[in-house]
Every structure is written in structure tokens, then in C-alpha cells.
């Protein structure tokens, strides 16, 4: 939910192309 907001707010507006990886941390946890 936090990356949608963060894409539908003014502070998005510099954002051309970006890989925005919304897991809950999954890929972060490295066994």
C-alpha cells in the first residue's frame, strides 16, 4: 500500500522508471 501511495504523491513526480518491489520484505530475507 505505502509504494502505491508513494506513486500517487506529489514526491513521485521525478520518479521516469523505477522496479518497485512490493513484497513485505520476502525478497530482503537471503538464507
Known amino acids: ?3 502505491v501511495l508513494y506513486l500517487a504523491s506529489d514526491e513521485s513526480s521525478f520518479v521516469t522508471g523505477i ?3 512490493i ?3 520476502v ?3 537471503r538464507e
Open 19 to 21: 522496479e518497485l518491489i
Open 27 to 29: 525478497t530482503g530475507i
Open 1 to 3: 500500500a505505502y509504494g
Open 23 to 25: 513484497d513485505g520484505g
